[in-house]
């Protein structure tokens, strides 16, 4: 059952050229053209069924967040039509629909009733959106004094307990402390389980292919790709990265060699496979991968599945603050299958005390995955998904085992064998 059916929907806004600043210029130039069209979404043809966690990705100025606020009718089409069933609650700008002045309490009557939600309903529910919030100190303060984290933790309680049938959601979840994060991914997980629809604008990848039913990507206002979100994510990767290396190709033509270049080509030894920096990749390099290598117990690349692996990355950055940097892998199969992935967000690994230059260890005791080959892509980004240095196959691993059982990873168990039991 489509929830949400969009036809030949197209909207674009005027940008003003030389805008008058007294009533006499506006008075002298009403004849004259001013401003030009700016096409942000171009005949999009989409439809959204029942129950469906949908993701829409792209580069900033893509038309994600604008086709959200069509969606919540703050902003209308200049062509097209949009058709909605059901009750709709929205996370869009983070404060939207908030008074400055108004407590937190204030403010929860005031947006949800905003939502649609009768002054006796949302009595019955504020304890929860309060509790969920967990803001119970700081709930009679105007929100002006609360942090873009509290804005958030607010926003979020109000918004899934007016019990939507379809919840959209523009990148808010990237405010706020990790255990929070999770929290509200949890809830959302809730939301879909109990068959509510849900589309989400996110730059978080992973959340994509481990929550999502769908990935679109819209690209220049059009929709690029439409399926399933690893193939949508796995093309629009490829495209940065096909973006990114054009980009440094006309600088390398266009530039000398700096000294950080010609010091990228300098491969050091290490006691295991060691691998320079020339893979396909993207990111803006404000944090830059410079190295990386295996280190194991043997002597190779070829690693047994119940020894341990060490992964090294030698790093560089200009950025002043390195306390929301964070550092990722995730291991894949030859074909893509992705079998682990961990970051220092995710594991609340604390970063104040990361320099702008050194080195990051991760260390597997037990590799435990079964015997094949695998390829390990290295990422560092900050904590709302901008991808400072992503590089794909950055570490290739042949795994072996003396077991030779199937799947992906080895979980220990054992087998028990009794006698004198069963039928």
Not at 50 to 60: T, Y
Not at 113 to 140: N, P
Request: aromatic letters at 6%; glycine letters at 6%; proline letters at 2%.
């Amino acid at each position: 059952m489509e929830v949400i059916k969009i036809k030949d929907l197209s909207k674009s806004f005027k940008l003003y050229q030389d805008k008058p600043n007294t009533l006499k210029e506006r008075a002298l130039r009403t004849n004259k053209n001013t401003h030009r069209s700016l096409d942000i979404l171009k005949n999009i043809n989409l439809s959204i069924n029942k129950g469906e966690m949908v993701a829409l990705i792209g580069h900033n100025g893509s038309g994600k967040s604008t086709l959200l606020k069509l969606l919540t009718k703050i902003i209308y089409p200049n062509k097209g039509d949009i058709k909605i069933e059901g009750r709709v609650s929205s996370l869009l700008e983070l404060g939207a629909g908030f008074h400055p002045d108004f407590t937190g309490m204030e403010n929860i009557f005031m947006n949800a009733s905003i939502f649609g939600l009768t002054k006796k309903e949302i009595e019955l529910k504020v304890d929860d959106i309060i509790s969920f919030s967990e803001l119970e100190e700081f709930i009679h303060n105007p929100v002006r004094t609360y942090s873009s984290g509290m804005y958030m933790r607010l926003a979020f309680a109000v918004a899934i307990n007016i019990e939507p049938d379809i919840l959209l959601v523009d990148e808010v979840l990237a405010v706020g402390d990790a255990s929070f994060q999770r929290k509200c991914l949890n809830r959302i997980k809730e939301l879909k389980n109990a068959g509510k629809t849900i589309v989400l604008v996110t730059h978080d990848h992973g959340v994509v292919e481990r929550m999502c039913d769908r990935a679109i990507w819209l690209h220049n206002g059009e929709v690029k790709n439409d399926g399933h979100p690893k193939d949508v994510v796995n093309e629009y990767l490829r495209y940065l990265a096909d973006r990114d290396q054009e980009k440094e190709s006309k600088q390398i033509q266009s530039q000398t060699h700096s000294e950080e270049e010609l010091a990228e080509n300098i491969v050091e030894e290490e006691s295991a496979s060691s691998h320079s920096v020339d893979m396909k990749r993207w990111g803006t390099k404000e944090v830059k991968i410079m190295k990386m290598a295996v280190v194991s117990e043997d002597v190779s690349n070829h690693i047994y599945s119940e020894s341990g692996l060490k992964l090294i990355i030698d790093y560089t950055s200009n950025l002043v603050d390195m306390s929301s940097v964070v550092f990722g892998i995730a291991i894949h199969t030859l074909d893509k299958v992705r079998v682990y992935g961990t970051n220092t967000q995710i594991e609340s690994i604390s970063r104040k005390k990361i320099s702008r230059k050194g080195r990051v260890e991760l260390y597997f005791p037990q590799l435990n995955l079964i015997e094949g080959d695998y390829s390990i892509d290295i990422a560092v980004h900050d904590e709302t998904g901008k991808m400072f240095d992503y590089i794909t196959d950055a570490v290739n691993i042949r795994v072996l085992s003396e077991v030779h059982d199937v799947g992906y990873c080895r979980i220990p168990h054992k087998w028990t064998f009794t006698e004198g039991e069963g039928n």
